[in-house]
């Protein structure tokens, strides 16, 4: 990615973004990066900075679709560290704790 398109990911993920741990099937926890919003091309760029994660979609009780891209493991892990200084101090203490624990 380029500078450009670093700064809108990390906008995008400031506003929008999740950064957490899930537990898997044998208990162990991966890194996750999620984003889910209703403006469909917001996500389809999204998705492309991030390597084409697959886009979910559901209705919410408004009419409206929510579609959702989530990467996780080692693409979460670069993602995060790859946007760290872009991000703010909260975003950035998040991805400290789930990072080191």
């Known amino acids: 990615m380029n500078n450009i398109d670093n700064a809108?990911?990390?906008?995008l993920l400031?506003?929008?973004?999740c950064f957490y741990?899930?537990?898997n099937t044998n208990g162990n926890k991966y890194l996750v990066v999620q984003i889910a919003m209703v403006d469909k091309d917001i996500i389809e760029r999204a998705a492309k900075l991030m390597?084409?994660?697959a886009i979910c979609s559901r209705q919410l009780p408004s009419g409206k679709t929510c579609?959702?891209?989530?990467?996780?493991?080692?693409?979460a892990r670069e993602l995060m560290q790859g946007l760290y200084f872009?991000?703010?101090q909260?975003?950035?203490a998040k991805i400290d704790s789930i990072?080191?624990?």
Not at 8 to 11: F, P, T, V
Not at 67 to 75: L, M
């Open 8 to 11: 809108w990911l990390a906008g």
């Open 14 to 17: 400031e506003g929008e973004g």
């Open 21 to 23: 741990k899930a537990p």
């Open 51 to 53: 390597g084409n994660p």
């Open 67 to 75: 579609y959702q891209i989530r990467i996780t493991g080692a693409k």
């Open 86 to 88: 872009l991000l703010g």
């Open 90 to 92: 909260r975003r950035r």
């Open 99 to 101: 990072i080191n624990t």
